[in-house]
Each structure stands twice: as structure tokens, then as C-alpha cells.
């Protein structure tokens, strides 16, 4: 059962796997996840009809959860929808996602994406990445925290007071 709903914020071409794993969860319930082709068809409408998309999907969303990987803090459409959700005073969290699984890899973390939004400050962002013995990361372990954690750490999510 969802206890908040959110706006998800990410890299699609690089993420939508691990985002998936996010979504599976279930502790929190976001917007619809496109098809690669329907995110296609939108793009393909122009830059209007991705922040009307954007705008309409956050509009009634409790939160904004970024989730970073590898690639995100490069991504003109997260750093809107992170601009958009801090001018509405929407709260903000990151949640690291490059040690999730995607096709049986992982990534490199990335910058921080709030870094390159203007006037966005002091937004928490947390990694459950885990390790094992030799200093690899443990898809599972990584995973288990998430699970254990998500709810937790959106509820610290930060917002903008004035």
C-alpha cells in the first residue's frame, strides 16, 4: 500500500531499470512510468509538451524523489523538474540508484543533480549502496536497504519555506 504519493525524477534512457526496481517496492506511489515509445512520442512533440507532460504529472504529487545515477545530474528535464518542484515548495530528496542492478550491472555514481539546479539548496540525498567483503557492490544488500529505507528517507525530504 502507498502512503505518499511522489513525482520520480531520473535519467530514463540510463535508469528506467533501476527505477522499475524502485516502483516495485511499493511504498510509494508515483506517476505512470512511459514506454520508451511514449517518452519518444512526447519528446517528438517538443519542448512544450514535456514540461506540459512534467507539469501535469507533479501537479498533484506530495513530493519529488530524484533519482540519481550516474548520467542524472546532466539531464536538462531533471534539473527543470527540480527547479519546478522547488519554486512550488514541493519537499525534495535524493536517492542514489547506481548500485541497483540493471541487466545484472552497476554503475559509477554521479554528481549530485540539486548541485546544478539554480538557488536549490541543503536537499538530502541518500545512497544505499552496500558492498561486500572484497569492496563490490551487492546488488541485493543495496537493494534490501532500499527496501528498509525508502519510505524514511522520503518522509526527510526538504522544501523551499519562503
Given at each position: 500500500?502507498?502512503?505518499?504519493?511522489?513525482?520520480?525524477?531520473?535519467?530514463?534512457?540510463?535508469d528506467?531499470n533501476r527505477?522499475q526496481?524502485?516502483?516495485?517496492?511499493?511504498?510509494?506511489?508515483?506517476q505512470?512510468?512511459?514506454?520508451a515509445q511514449?517518452?519518444?512520442?512526447?519528446?517528438?512533440?517538443?519542448?512544450?509538451?514535456v514540461?506540459?507532460w512534467?507539469d501535469?504529472?507533479?501537479r498533484?504529487?506530495?513530493a519529488?524523489v530524484?533519482?540519481i545515477?550516474q548520467?542524472?545530474?546532466?539531464?536538462?528535464w531533471?534539473?527543470?523538474?527540480?527547479e519546478k518542484a522547488?519554486?512550488?515548495k514541493k519537499?525534495l530528496?535524493?536517492?542514489?540508484?547506481?548500485?541497483?542492478?540493471?541487466?545484472?550491472s552497476v554503475d559509477?555514481?554521479g554528481?549530485?543533480?540539486?548541485?546544478?539546479?539554480?538557488?536549490v539548496?541543503g536537499i538530502?540525498?541518500?545512497?544505499?549502496?552496500?558492498t561486500?567483503w572484497?569492496?563490490?557492490?551487492?546488488?541485493?544488500?543495496?537493494?534490501?536497504?532500499?527496501v528498509?529505507?525508502?519510505?524514511?528517507?522520503v518522509a526527510?525530504a526538504?522544501?523551499r519555506?519562503s
Amino acid at each position: 500500500m502507498a502512503t505518499k504519493t511522489v513525482f520520480y525524477s531520473f535519467h530514463y534512457e540510463r535508469d528506467v531499470n533501476r527505477v522499475q526496481l524502485v516502483r516495485n517496492i511499493n511504498a510509494l506511489e508515483g506517476q505512470p512510468l512511459l514506454k520508451a515509445q511514449e517518452w519518444e512520442e512526447v519528446l517528438r512533440r517538443g519542448q512544450q509538451a514535456v514540461v506540459d507532460w512534467i507539469d501535469k504529472e507533479m501537479r498533484y504529487k506530495r513530493a519529488v524523489v530524484v533519482l540519481i545515477g550516474q548520467e542524472t545530474a546532466n539531464r536538462p528535464w531533471v534539473v527543470y523538474e527540480i527547479e519546478k518542484a522547488w519554486q512550488e515548495k514541493k519537499p525534495l530528496v535524493g536517492v542514489r540508484v547506481h548500485g541497483l542492478s540493471s541487466f545484472g550491472s552497476v554503475d559509477r555514481p554521479g554528481a549530485n543533480p540539486f548541485d546544478e539546479a539554480s538557488g536549490v539548496y541543503g536537499i538530502p540525498v541518500f545512497d544505499p549502496t552496500r558492498t561486500d567483503w572484497s569492496g563490490n557492490i551487492d546488488t541485493k544488500a543495496t537493494y534490501a536497504n532500499l527496501v528498509n529505507n525508502l519510505e524514511s528517507w522520503v518522509a526527510q525530504a526538504k522544501a523551499r519555506l519562503s
